[in-house]
């Protein structure tokens, strides 16, 4: 007969977070990042079509755990925002920030992307039609898998660029965090965005916009958004390519107060 186990008494994080601020003792600390650990996999989970294939996702884990510990010490209960909220921001940032620092995104990235582009326009003028992964790959002269692999690395390096752009993370990029903090309610900053992001999608063409729908609502990846409308990857990468480069036109003239004819 198995002996009744009392209740564990569940975790108060905001009890912790105070005892934590008040005395620094690190065994609190750990109980924190304990109870949060799993918003760190979740926000992970929610990236995942951002996220590249070839960094394993125990790197990702291993930098938010490391992020965590560090919002712990930084976060101030008296400012009024919730932790989780505070985190998961940080978070965000932290995985953008470690994809850009990476040492695939740069030049490799750029040099792929001209020589997709440039096979893709060449083989489908030849075959009056859009080429299906492998002949484009059969025409660049590399394995299909290599092509896939740049295809998800040139798609990734487009979603760092926009994610960037409106969180503020790196980059060079002026976005949300950065911008009038201390003269511009920051509510009204996030409605402000909002509304114009939505604007910004609505001038995207129906197949961009489902394509940013699978991709950003779904969690889809660029083999299963292709699944998904029954075309090949390489054309799904091009349409979310140029869906981005549109909403990152349009969200850097927000946030730098630029009109569109100056730009």
Excluded at 12 to 17: A, D, G, K, Q, R
Excluded at 37 to 49: D, L
Excluded at 203 to 210: D, M, R, T
Aim: charged residues 25%.
């Amino acid at each position: 007969m198995m002996e009744h186990q009392p209740p564990q008494e569940k975790i108060n994080p905001e009890e912790l977070m105070a005892a934590y601020k008040q005395t620094g003792d690190i065994n609190i600390r750990n109980q924190l990042v304990m109870h949060y650990g799993p918003t760190v996999k979740n926000t992970i989970i929610s990236m995942r079509s951002l996220l590249p294939q070839n960094i394993q996702q125990d790197e990702f884990f291993n930098q938010g755990i490391i992020t965590l510990m560090g919002c712990i010490d930084k976060f101030d209960p008296g400012r009024g925002a919730s932790f989780s909220t505070f985190i998961y921001k940080h978070l965000r940032g932290t995985m953008l920030s470690y994809m850009r620092k990476q040492s695939w995104l740069p030049y490799r990235v750029r040099t792929a992307r001209r020589s997709i582009v440039q096979g893709q326009a060449e083989l489908s003028n030849q075959l009056m039609r859009e080429p299906t992964d492998r002949e484009l790959a059969e025409y660049l002269g590399m394995p299909e898998k290599e092509l896939n692999r740049n295809l998800q690395e040139i798609a990734t390096a487009d979603m760092v660029s926009f994610e960037e752009l409106i969180e503020g993370t790196g980059g060079g990029q002026e976005g949300l965090a950065n911008i009038r903090e201390d003269t511009v309610d920051r509510g009204m900053l996030q409605r402000e965005l909002k509304q114009v992001l939505g604007e910004a999608i609505d001038q995207l063409s129906p197949k961009e916009k489902q394509v940013i729908t699978l991709c950003y609502y779904e969690n889809l990846n660029l083999r299963e958004i292709g699944e998904v409308l029954n075309v090949s990857q390489q054309r799904i990468s091009f349409i979310r390519s140029s869906a981005l480069t549109k909403l990152n036109r349009i969200m850097s003239q927000y946030l730098h107060g630029k009109d569109e004819d100056e730009c």
